[in-house]
């Protein structure tokens, strides 16, 4: 667990259009989406997608997971269990009316209720018993923040780093990670605008993952490695060094201006830090969108050169995500036509394996990849896409840079459980 390289994803993108294609023959506009989806692929996998964090890194609901994270490292803990413990009225007028009509699911509605309950009354007891279990976080902050000692009457309710302590360690850290990341999105977005893909002074790459570069750079020549102040760096016999090939903990340094005008780096060796004190930040202009967005309001007014705190799970250490991805090499594309909504377009696996084993295959029509006809009825065009990416590179980044950000984004009617 932890160690895959990466993944391998198959995705149907139904009911596609494409640039002038009004007043086509259903045969023509599959042809043209042939040619703009392979000219799309093309260069998908020749220039690659900035790497950005998916959307559901921050979750869906109207306090992201990044807002909690933010007023974690603020110490602004009770701000953070309102948030996680917050609900929308709407989602509770629809569970206490019998008659509403809202599409709300059930678990939603008696999230809200038990909320509710624990906000109005301070019983935990009732208020767990109509939360649902899928909602760990809520549960363990209501049960911490409602317990009662029996015997000395003691009670917790302003214990606020007790109760966040008791969520899940994962589910805990996903919250400062979200803000990480929310930092990391909006600082690459700003690199890019100001430099595009040019390597520039400053910038960041990892120490060791470029020796066939630094081994034709001047220190290389004169047989010195000197650090960002010039200093030689004196290295420990191999025996000794902790920088092995298992060492987990990746190290940056920035480039000088002779090693980012020489053309050895590309910016596919850039990477930008996630905030942490344990971290290097790029020595140029992006060092300082790393100030002014953690200062600003949204960015909570934070400091991205005093990361540590006492609480250890807040305490972020860093790390370093590469600018710029590229799926592997194996990008296909099928593009299909179909005509109802649930029709299946792709093989399952279990299909395949009654293939392997030599069972008869009872699938349903997956569409026809020719455009014809089918007894009169209008058919939609769909794309089948399959791709490799690499561990923490997010498939809905790389589609919207294939679609040019022409995704529709799916809006239900219903408001959640948030």
């Known amino acids: ?214 081994n034709g750079s001047t220190h290389a020549r004169l047989g ?6 010039g200093e030689v760096i004196v290295r420990p016999a191999l025996e000794d060094s902790a920088a092995t090939s298992e060492d987990p903990y990746a190290r940056a340094r920035a480039l000088s201006e002779e090693e980012a005008e020489s053309g050895q780096y590309n910016i596919y060796d850039i990477v930008l830090p996630l905030p942490g004190y344990d971290v290097e930040y790029p020595r140029n202009a992006i060092g300082d969108e790393y100030k002014t967005f953690m200062g600003s309001e949204r960015g909570g007014g934070l400091n991205p050169m005093d990361m540590r705190r006492k609480w250890k799970d807040v305490s972020l250490s860093g790390g370093y995500r590469k600018i710029v991805a590229r799926p592997g090499k194996d990008v296909s594309y099928e593009v299909r036509t179909y005509v109802r909504d649930d029709e299946q377009l792709v093989e399952t696996d279990l299909e395949r394996l009654q293939k392997r084993s030599g069972h008869a295959v009872s699938g349903e029509h997956r569409g026809d990849a020719n455009g014809a006809a089918d007894d009169g009825a209008e058919k939609k065009i769909a794309v089948v896409l399959k791709l490799q990416l690499g561990s923490s590179q997010y498939a809905t980044m790389a589609l919207r840079e294939l679609m040019k950000g022409g995704t529709m984004s799916f809006k239900p009617d219903f408001h959640g459980g948030r």
Not at 40 to 45: D, H, I, R, S, W
Not at 112 to 131: C, F, N, V, Y
Request: net charge negative.
């Open 224 to 229: 010195e490695e000197l650090d960002d102040q």
């Open 1 to 214: 667990l932890g160690d895959l390289s990466g993944n391998e994803f198959l995705i149907t993108l139904r009911e596609c259009h494409f640039p002038d294609e009004n007043g086509s023959s259903l045969e023509q506009k599959v042809e043209l989406a042939k040619t703009v989806v392979g000219r799309a692929v093309g260069g998908l996998k020749r220039m690659g997608f900035l790497n950005y964090y998916g959307l559901q890194r921050f979750g869906s609901f109207a306090n992201g997971t990044d807002t909690v994270g933010m007023k974690m490292l603020k110490g602004d803990l009770e701000g953070a269990i309102n948030d996680i413990l917050f609900f929308s009225p709407d989602v509770l007028a629809a569970a206490q009316d019998p008659d509403s009509t809202s599409i709300i699911s059930a678990d939603d509605k008696a999230r809200a209720e038990a909320l509710h309950i624990w906000k109005t009354t301070g019983k935990s007891g009732p208020a767990l018993d109509r939360m649902p279990r899928k909602f760990q976080a809520e549960t363990a902050i209501v049960r911490h923040l409602g317990w009662t000692n029996r015997k000395t009457g003691e009670t917790r309710p302003h214990d606020w780093q007790g109760a966040l302590g008791m969520i899940q360690r994962n589910l805990r850290l996903m919250y400062v990670h979200a803000y990480q990341s929310l930092v990391w999105n909006v600082v690459v977005g700003k690199r890019w605008e100001l430099y595009g893909d040019r390597v520039v002074e400053g910038d960041l790459v990892i120490v060791g993952e470029h020796k066939d570069k630094e």
